[in-house]
C-alpha cells in the first residue's frame, strides 16, 4: 500500500514563505496524481493545488500566483511552495494521491497523508 508523509509546515509570518513536502513509500508506480488540500476546524476541506505526473498544474484562485506545486517523480515527492503567506492560510495541510487525477481533484483518491500543520501569525 501507498504511504504519504507531509512535512515542512511551522509558525511563519505573514508575507513569509514555507515550503512543503509530501513523500511517497510502497507501490508508488501506478500514483500519476497527487495535490494538496487544507482544512481549518469547523470547515469543510478544500483543494489548494495538484499536479499530474506530467506536470499539469491546477491552483484554487485563493492561491494562486502565491503558491507553487512541482513534484519529483524520481524522489517521490510532491512539494508545495508557498509564498506571501497570509494569515487565512493557516490550516492543516494534507497530501492526496491517486492514480487518477480526477479522484484528487474531488477528494475522492486512495492515499491520504497525515497534514502538517501551517500557521500564519505574526
Known sequence: QVQLMESGGGL???????RLSCAAS???ASIYGMGWFRQVPGK??????T????GMTSYADSVKGRFTISRDNAENTVYLQMNSLKP???????CHADRNILS?????GDYWGQGTQVTVSS
Open 104 to 108: 484528487v481533484l474531488t477528494q475522492k
Open 12 to 18: 511563519v509570518q505573514p508575507g513569509g514563505s514555507l
Open 44 to 49: 469543510q476541506r478544500e483543494l489548494v493545488a
Open 88 to 94: 487565512e492560510d493557516t490550516a492543516i495541510y494534507y
Open 51 to 54: 499536479i499530474t505526473s506530467g
Open 26 to 28: 510502497g507501490s508508488i
